[in-house]
């Protein structure tokens, strides 16, 4: 990486230098300075700013993804309906989104919750067909998780791309748009590379119950 940069800031002709440093340093590392003098440049921005950041980017992956992992694994909890145990993960994922419920009760309403999936014809594969089946009120604990799952997905790539599109299609002009249309156009900008037929816009507009115009097809 420094050979990279180093040959960029030649072309740019700029030459790469290590700050001043003095052999008491109150706001930095002593460890700057070695016996033998000041450092080179490629092991002073090796010390000050590859490893510090290549440290904070594992340290980021780690809180984002392992520290997680166990109690993201407890949503499965709520899909798997053949076996009677409760795992720790469950554990983890009641005490990480509901700190305030008590955890018997909440073990008591997956037990029940477990019961109903198996008395379901169409097993539930995703937080929304299950939010469907689940009653808040004799499962308020289990609908709250089953929510909370269901709006997890909005870190996605697609829920991102969809509010920079509003930037562009919410301008002054569109602004008395209704709520359809608006997420009619924000979908067309979204998956723009899918095409849509005419045959198609006309069935869709042809279901419409209430038309000002007449469809002559």
Known sequence: MFENAKSMADI????????????????????LINENGPLDPEAYYRITICIPFIDSFINQLNDRFLDHRNVFYGFQCLFD????????????????????????????????????????????????????????????????????LCTLPVSTATPERMFSCLKRLKTYTRNTMKEE????????????????????????????KKKKLDLLI
């Open 12 to 31: 740019l002709d700029i030459t790469i230098t290590v700050d001043r440093l003095n052999k008491r340093q109150k706001h930095r590392n002593n460890s």
């Open 81 to 148: 309906y053949e076996s009677g145990n409760v795992p720790d993960e469950f554990d983890d994922l009641v005490k990480f989104y509901l700190p305030e419920s008590d955890l018997n009760t909440v073990r008591v309403e997956l037990q029940m919750w477990k019961i109903k999936l198996q008395r379901v014809e169409n097993k539930p594969k995703s937080g929304l067909d299950a939010i469907k089946e689940c009653n808040n009120i004799i499962h308020p604990n289990i609908f709250n998780l089953l929510s909370i």
């Open 181 to 208: 249309r608006l997420n009619g156009l924000t979908l067309m900008a979204v998956y723009k590379n899918i095409s849509i037929s005419a045959e198609e816009v006309l069935n869709e507009l042809a279901k419409k």
